[in-house]
């Protein structure tokens, strides 16, 4: 009898080691931080999703340039996906979402793509590139080359969302993901006045990418009277963990009604830094607004490290609040990297605050707001607010030595940003 006894241990023994080492997978949500704009990319054990390649352009943001580092440094660490983007997602022909989307188109291999098929817009040049590259490529005689590509037309979408093969082409063995559009580019007019039904942001994709019991929803730059009609249609449908607050959370993007039928328990909004004060940015159109994250604080049920962060209340006009709900974005945060589970389980997300590497920006202790002081190495909201309220009392500074006066600031703050400030 002993035998048999032994054998059967044994077994259990193997099985359970067996389950104990099994790779149970995770959908990894990596917010690249292109400045005022979207690049989002899902990261599944056998392949990734990328939604939108946007972001910001000017003197001082290159978006391009971090999404290649970004892009270049994650393929080198994932050497087994081959380079391979197996959804390219663009969720409309705007510049802050299009921007490096023919890099990533001509950079790495690109297996469907989904748009929403317009042919007009400030991102436009891009989106038609790659829509055109599209039919090439499936005209020739090699089908070899061709690429999946959906149109995604929200008329030809039910209540519980369309999916095929080109919209979810991942079948991972340790769980498989389930992608599914929601919205597209709208057809019908329905109730919609003029100026709603000819912004293209109205027409924009909404996805939601959901991972055994986590799910993540993707609404693009629908604003408000489109996102009634995504909610009159779809609210049972578009329930999910993490919401990517509408519209880089602009006063337009996000409605109670839509939160109420998401039920987060999480927000992330994709918006620049404040720092950088130009035209077309976070800082010149008030992003995140005020009202938005406020919204989103009474929604979200996850909470997080406590942070003081820069609300807008208008355009270029900012306040700080403190937030310790699950509110999270890259113009406060840098790079933000979610963990989830198949079975619904959420870690806390790695931030990794972006550096001006390309183009530096020199501060101006004399005419900088607080939000652009405080997030110089070393000094933080409460040395900003002394430094401001220094300058206030006695007038500019005009040698580094002047900033040793300041109460709390030393030799070894003064080391640490003499070279990205200026006077
Ligand atoms: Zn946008």
């Known amino acids: 009898m002993k035998a048999p006894v032994l054998t ?12 104990a080492q099994a790779d149970t997978g995770s959908m990894k949500t990596h917010f690249i931080d292109v400045g005022q704009g979207s690049a989002t990319l899902l990261e599944f054990s ?3 999703v990328l939604i939108d390649a946007g972001g910001e352009n000017n003197s001082v943001v290159d978006s391009e340039e971090r999404l290649k580092d970004y892009l270049q440094n994650f393929f080198s660490e994932r050497n087994d996906l081959n380079n391979t983007i197996d959804l390219f997602v663009l969720t409309h022909a705007h510049l802050d979402h299009t921007l490096g989307a023919k890099y990533v188109f001509d950079s790495y291999t690109v297996n469907n793509v989904i748009t929403n098929g317009k042919t007009y817009g400030s991102g ?15 005209s020739n005689a090699n089908t070899s080359d061709d690429i999946g590509y959906h149109e995604a037309i929200a008329d030809n979408i039910g209540a519980s969302g369309i999916t095929n093969d080109i919209i979810d082409p991942l079948d991972c063995s340790n769980g498989d993901p389930q992608i599914k559009l929601f919205w597209g580019t709208m057809i019908n007019q329905q109730d919609l006045s003029n100026s709603a039904y000819t912004n293209g942001n ?23 009277d489109a996102l009634d009609l995504l909610v009159d249609k779809h609210a049972v449908s578009i329930d ?9 959370a602009s006063k337009n993007g996000t409605t109670k009604r839509l939160l109420e039928a998401v039920t987060p328990k999480i927000a992330v909004m994709s918006f620049g830094d404040l720092r950088v004060t130009k035209e077309w940015t976070a800082w010149a159109y008030g992003h995140p607004n005020a009202d938005i994250v406020e919204m989103l604080r009474n929604s979200v049920s996850d909470t997080r490290a406590e942070k003081e962060v820069w609300v807008g209340d208008g355009a270029k006009n900012f306040y700080p609040i403190e937030v310790d ?13 979610f963990d989830a589970s198949f079975d619904g389980t959420w870690s806390a997300p790695i931030l990794t605050e972006t550096k001006f590497r390309t183009r530096k920006i020199l501060i101006s202790v004399n005419t900088a707001s607080q939000y652009e ?19 206030r009392a006695n007038g ?16 070894s703050s003064i080391n640490q940003i003499k070279d990205l400030i200026r006077f």
Request: include cysteine; glycine fraction near 10%.
């Open 8 to 19: 059967i241990i044994t077994y259990f023994l193997i099985v359970f080691r067996c389950f």
């Open 46 to 48: 056998c392949g990734v």
């Open 124 to 138: 436009m040049k891009n989106q038609n590139a790659i829509q055109d590259a599209i039919k090439d490529l499936a």
């Open 202 to 224: 109205n027409h924009s994709v909404v996805m939601k990418v959901s991972y055994g019991q986590s799910a993540i929803l993707i609404t693009g730059d629908l604003e408000e």
């Open 240 to 248: 999910a963990d993490l919401y990517v607050a509408g519209h880089h």
């Open 325 to 337: 709900k699950a509110i999270y974005g890259t113009g406060w945060d840098g790079g933000i990297v």
């Open 373 to 391: 002081l405080e997030k110089l190495p070393g000094i933080g909201p409460t040395k900003a607010l002394a430094i401001i309220e220094y300058r």
């Open 396 to 411: 500019s500074f005009s040698t580094l030595n002047d900033l040793d006066n300041v109460p709390g600031i030393g030799q």
